[in-house]
């Protein structure tokens, strides 16, 4: 289909026409711009504010495990219980994303789009410190709400236990496990990102049937599943080699290659040509002396 479909329609009105073009989908083009602005604005904004939005987002994922907990607490012991208690592991992300906050496995795409386009040591640094900011960030506000659940009793007993098997389950898996199995985490993470500015009214689904899939199929995420590793710890059920070595380490290496390596470079290479093509005309556009008025 046509990106202007509608638009040389005899048979339609003017405004008729500019409707029919505003129901086709947006080209790869575009939403590679609209990602590419976003990543722009996340380099250009201070520190302070990224490192707020990034604590929120911290504390905001922790929702997941506590959501996925409590479904898991309250459905039986049966084969089919941890389909439906994956749905919990979604409200964080719904709650990050529509929120604008900064989430780690977001902003390895979005800050990276800019760098790749530009292509110099000085946007490659500014993307080196957003992720920086972000990443720690959010730890930060993971391991705050963590630490609140496990030493506060602000939560059911059955569904504190339910917490500590989800947990003790995600750090049993050995390191390299859990470093390949994060991949497709931060590939789906990723994802999300390029196709939410085409989603519309669709955002909240997109997001919730591509977290599910993480959540389901046990894709390790860093920042929802440090939450529930530094609660395990703050249990003490763990130190802090389980939580950098074990868990940490190798999810963070993993989420990185997806949501880069295997998203924004397949996504951008498909275009970087025609992006390329089109930067000189762009310059000259920019740099175009304006016409003098006529006094």
């Not at 529509?98 to 989430?103: A, D, E, I, N």
């Not at 009214?201 to 049937?209: D, E, K, L, N, V």
């Not at 951008?268 to 006094?295: C, L, M, V, Y």
Request: a neutral charge.
């Amino acid at each position: 289909m046509s990106d202007a479909a509608g638009e040389d329609s005899p048979y339609l009105d003017e405004k008729e026409q500019r409707q029919a073009a505003e129901r086709t989908q947006i080209g790869p083009l575009v939403i590679h711009e609209i990602v590419r602005e976003e990543g722009l604005a996340e380099l250009a904004r201070p520190v302070p504010a990224l490192a707020v939005s990034s604590v929120a987002a911290g504390l905001s994922i922790g929702f997941s495990f506590i959501v996925e907990a409590a479904l898991r607490a309250g459905l039986p012991d049966a084969p089919w219980r941890h389909l439906v208690a994956s749905f919990g592991y979604t409200v964080g992300f719904l709650i990050v994303i529509l929120g604008r906050q900064q989430l780690f496995t977001e902003t390895t795409l979005t800050a990276l789009i800019p760098a790749l386009a530009e292509r110099d040591l000085k946007t490659f640094g500014k993307t080196f410190r957003v992720w920086a900011v972000v990443l720690v960030c959010n730890l930060l506000g993971g391991a705050l709400i963590a630490l609140a659940l496990a030493r506060a009793p602000v939560l059911p007993h059955d569904v504190m236990v339910a917490m500590d098997q989800l947990a003790h389950t995600e750090i049993a898996r050995p390191p390299l496990t859990l470093g390949v199995a994060a991949i497709g985490a931060g590939w789906l993470i990723g994802l999300t990102v390029w196709l939410l500015p085409g989603a519309g009214p669709a955002r909240p689904w997109i997001i919730m049937i591509l977290t599910y899939a993480i959540g389901v199929c046990a894709f390790p995420h860093v920042i929802a599943g440090s939450a529930e590793i530094a609660y395990y710890c703050f249990r003490g059920q763990g130190g802090l080699a389980t939580y950098f070595g074990h868990f940490l380490l190798p999810v963070l290496i993993g989420n990185t290659i997806g949501g880069t390596a295997l998203v924004a470079l397949l996504n951008h290479a498909p275009i970087a040509h025609a992006f390329n093509e089109s930067q000189p005309s762009r310059a000259h556009h920019q740099t175009r002396p304006k016409p003098r008025k006529n006094k």
